[in-house]
C-alpha cells in the first residue's frame, strides 16, 4: 500500500556530509509525521529526528549542531542533511512515515528498508 524509498547512504570520511531521502509512494492521503531512525550494530534502533507536517522538528542530542531535517510535501518526501559526521553516525538509516489511506482513515506507521552510513574511524 505505502513503500517507502531511502537513498543517500554510503561511505564518507569523518567530518564530510551525506544527504538521505525518503520517498513515500503509493495510496497515500495524507502524511503527519516524518523521521530518521537509525540502528547500529548491537544497539537498539533510535531516533536521529522527526519534523511533522506543521514543520516543526526534533532531534537527538547526538546530532544537534549537525544534522538537518527537512520535508518537501508536494513530493512526500523527508531529507536529512548529515554535516560534520563521525565514526559513531555509522549506522543503518530507516525512514519512518506516519500515513493516512484515506480522508478521515486512521494513521499507520510505515518504514524504508534501511540506508548503510559508515564513517571510518
Known amino acids: 500500500q505505502v513503500q517507502l524509498v531511502e537513498s543517500g547512504g554510503g561511505l564518507v570520511q569523518a567530518g564530510g556530509s551525506l544527504r538521505l531521502s525518503c520517498a513515500a509512494s503509493?495510496?497515500?492521503?495524507?502524511?503527519?509525521?516524518m523521521g530518521w531512525f537509525r540502528q547500529a550494530p548491537g544497539n537498539q534502533r533510535e531516533l536521529v529526528a522527526t519534523?511533522?507536517?506543521?514543520?516543526?522538528?526534533n532531534y537527538a542530542d547526538a546530532v544537534k549542531g549537525r544534522f538537518t531535517i527537512s520535508r518537501d510535501n508536494a513530493k512526500n518526501t523527508v531529507y536529512l542533511q548529515m554535516n560534520s559526521l563521525k565514526p559513531e553516525d555509522t549506522a543503518v538509516y530507516y525512514c519512518?512515515?506516519?500515513?493516512?489511506?484515506?480522508?478521515?482513515?486512521?494513521?499507520?506507521?510505515?518504514w524504508g528498508q534501511g540506508t548503510q552510513v559508515t564513517v571510518p574511524s
Open positions: 519534523i511533522s507536517s506543521g514543520a516543526t522538528t
Open positions: 503509493g495510496r497515500i492521503f495524507s502524511i503527519s509525521a
Open positions: 519512518r512515515s506516519t500515513v493516512a489511506l484515506k480522508n478521515g482513515g486512521t494513521y499507520n506507521i510505515y
